[in-house]
């Protein structure tokens, strides 16, 4: 059998939601014959405490510009974050493919986020990771 190819994946959250963001991540890393690394922002990560939106987005293009797909938990707190916000300019800046995944309990999707992703899934591990196959980036870039 060959080998399976290895996924970067950034997971766009707010840490208010950071169940849903550990969910996901658990639900990633059971999902059968899939591999993936990620780019992630951790919780510990100093990058939480910085101010100057120059240093953040600096930041963020350091852990989104090596992934294959970057994933918007879209719950309606997207809509009013700078944070996320800024994580889609980046992931724009570099042409990474955006998918918005509707948050367990099925909250409405933000219009920011229907407008940037290639597709809206729902919290179901085998629509997230059959999306994720067929919307990420054909290899990896590092530029």
């Given at each position: 059998?060959?080998?399976?190819?290895?996924?970067g994946v950034y997971i766009?959250?707010?840490?208010d939601w950071k169940e849903?963001?550990?969910?996901?991540?658990?639900?990633?890393?059971?999902?059968?014959?899939?591999?993936?690394?990620?780019?992630?922002?951790?919780?510990?990560?100093?990058?939480?405490?910085?101010?100057?939106?120059?240093?953040?987005?600096?930041?963020?293009?350091?852990?989104?510009?090596?992934?294959?797909?970057?994933?918007?938990?879209?719950?309606?707190?997207?809509?009013?974050?700078?944070?996320?916000?800024?994580?889609?300019?980046?992931?724009?800046?570099?042409?990474?493919?955006?998918?918005?995944?509707?948050?367990?309990?099925?909250?409405?999707?933000?219009?920011?986020?229907?407008?940037?992703?290639?597709?809206i899934v729902d919290w179901?591990?085998?629509?997230?990771?059959?999306?994720?196959?067929?919307?990420?980036?054909?290899?990896?870039?590092?530029?």
């Amino acid at each position: 059998m060959p080998a399976l190819r290895n996924y970067g994946v950034y997971i766009s959250h707010g840490w208010d939601w950071k169940e849903e963001y550990y969910r996901l991540v658990e639900l990633l890393n059971k999902a059968p014959l899939f591999n993936w690394t990620n780019y992630s922002i951790p919780e510990y990560d100093p990058i939480r405490t910085m101010v100057k939106k120059e240093e953040v987005e600096r930041e963020l293009d350091r852990h989104i510009r090596p992934v294959d797909i970057v994933i918007v938990l879209s719950g309606m707190y997207a809509d009013h974050s700078d944070w996320m916000q800024g994580e889609i300019r980046v992931a724009n800046k570099h042409d990474k493919p955006i998918v918005g995944v509707v948050p367990l309990g099925g909250h409405r999707v933000p219009p920011a986020i229907e407008e940037v992703a290639l597709e809206i899934v729902d919290w179901n591990v085998k629509q997230i990771v059959d999306t994720i196959r067929k919307k990420a980036l054909p290899y990896r870039t590092t530029g």
